[in-house]
């Protein structure tokens, strides 16, 4: 089975409390995402990463507080989430809250050719529920780390994981990776 990792949104500006955007108890992740990346690294499994990358005039900002300018410190992602020379590592950049809105992601997705995505990142029931969504959409079997999520809204979180399950997707934690 071709598995592929896919990192959503794990940037400095929700993961940190002195962020822009800031999801609180993320920081407590980190360490999972480390460790994920490395499983992955060390595996030869690739990693899909996603990241907001807004423009200073950003439509997004109408309804969000700036976060992730493109350039900017919170746009970036923490040393513990990048396979660096270890492993196989692609980068998404994206203006919208839905991966599956990015023309560069169909492409990239048929290349990595995945049977399997293993899916994790913030904030679980926006832009991780995007992506849950639209793999699932593919087709392919859809699991998120649920140690290795956190969201604003734990109702609608719930919410988001009910709605893998009913979809044939799955739940797992990290120490199984």
């Not at 800031?22 to 995402?33: M, W």
């Not at 030869?44 to 990358?53: E, H, K, R």
């Not at 998120?144 to 988001?160: G, H, K, M, Q």
Request: aromatic share 8%.
């Amino acid at each position: 089975m071709n598995t592929v990792f896919f990192d959503v949104d794990t940037q400095l500006d929700f993961l940190y409390p002195a962020g822009a955007l800031y999801v609180p108890g993320a920081e407590t992740i980190v360490p999972v995402l480390a460790r994920l990346t490395t499983y992955a690294a060390t595996h030869g499994i690739p990693i899909l990463s996603t990241l907001d990358a807004h423009s200073p005039a950003d439509p997004e900002f109408a309804a969000w507080p700036h976060h992730c300018v493109a350039g900017c410190l919170g746009q970036r992602k923490p040393e513990a989430t990048f396979a660096g020379s270890r492993g196989r590592q692609y980068f998404l950049n994206k203006q919208h809250v839905d991966c599956f809105t990015s023309a560069a992601l169909p492409p990239l997705l048929a290349e990595l050719r995945a049977d399997h995505y293993v899916v994790y990142g913030v904030v679980t029931e926006i832009c991780v529920r995007h992506a849950i969504r639209g793999l699932l959409a593919t087709g392919k079997q859809v699991t998120v780390v649920a140690d290795a999520i956190r969201e604003l809204n734990p109702a609608e979180a719930r919410r988001t994981l009910d709605e893998l399950t009913a979809a044939g997707g799955s739940i797992s934690v990290s120490t199984n990776y």
